[in-house]
């Protein structure tokens, strides 16, 4: 039997190590569910609510690093996914969302349950599109992936149900995704400036948030040096706080008068891996 896109999909995201994901079973995504019973190797995590879904292919994400997985049916299924959508996408989290769509014949003509996803999820993705043949099929699907795992954070590809039945087409570029993690560093200079500018003060605070996860032991020996205290938000404190002496706890809406304290009474504050949004708990 010939391949169809829905096996096409299913065989992709196994490619990319997606392990699970996250649906509720609908009408539109019948051909997805059937792909995945017949791989055998993924799992359909039937969820209750669309939203559950999306948080937790966020939490997945967010936990191994790797890209997760969730599924939403034409209609309520897509707007239900929008919460968890937007959480994966703040938090940096690579997320594919499979928003099976009604059948692409009915685009337009303000069918049962139709919706714009590509209005729907603009705001919370780096790639939104919707596929209608079976010939682009394979290098838009690769290209949500990518952005989700290179931008990290959201790719969305609309599937019409119908699409999802039809044979595919051969693809093998399109079938291969790139985990990339670029790094982010700072000119020569800048480095040298704030050096100096660390170097000559006397009461540095470092404070940090999940961005700085992986460079819990530099931190924990540029504060020994600097015998500069840690402050974190709620978000790092698991990959911050530990094995750290200088830890001095977690300021912002949740927190404690010793990390407050430190950030308002320094001469240099250093913010690490935050995009810290509480101006009412920056110092002046």
Not at 87 to 96: E, I, K, N, T
Not at 102 to 111: A, L, N, V
Not at 161 to 184: H, I, K
Request: glycine share 8%; charged share 20%.
């Amino acid at each position: 039997m010939a391949k169809k896109v829905a096996d096409q999909l299913v065989d992709t995201l196994e490619k990319a190590g997606v392990r699970r994901i996250y649906a509720v079973t609908g009408d539109s995504l019948n051909e997805v569910n059937e792909a995945v019973r017949k791989n055998g190797r993924l799992r359909w995590i039937h969820v209750r609510h669309e939203e559950t879904g999306a948080y937790a292919a966020a939490a997945e994400a967010q936990l191994t690093g790797e890209l997760a997985c969730c599924a939403g049916s034409s209609g309520p299924g897509h707007v239900h996914l929008i919460n968890g959508l937007y959480d994966a996408q703040r938090s940096g989290a690579p997320v594919l969302a499979i928003a099976s769509t009604i059948p692409s014949r009915e685009f337009g003509t303000e069918y049962f349950q139709e919706t714009n996803t590509i209005k729907l999820f603009d705001d919370c993705s780096y790639y939104n599109q919707v596929a209608t043949t079976p010939e682009q099929f394979p290098r838009m699907l690769q290209g949500a992936m990518q952005a989700a795992i290179s931008s990290r954070g959201v790719g969305v590809i609309g599937l019409p149900g119908d699409l999802a039945a039809e044979n595919a087409t051969a693809g093998l570029s399109s079938t291969f995704s790139f985990p990339m993690r670029q790094r982010v560093c700072p000119a020569e200079q800048e480095i040298r400036e704030l050096a100096d500018l660390l170097n000559n003060a006397k009461k540095v605070t470092l404070y940090c948030g999940i961005g700085a996860k992986d460079a819990h032991p530099e931190l924990v020996q540029l504060a020994k040096l600097l015998n500069a205290p840690v402050a974190y938000s709620f978000k790092g404190k698991m990959e911050i706080q530990y094995d750290n002496p200088n830890e001095v706890g977690m300021t912002g809406l949740l927190g404690m008068p010793s990390g407050y304290y430190s950030m308002h009474e320094a001469e240099v504050l250093v913010l690490l891996g935050t995009d810290f949004p509480y101006e009412a708990f920056m110092p002046e």
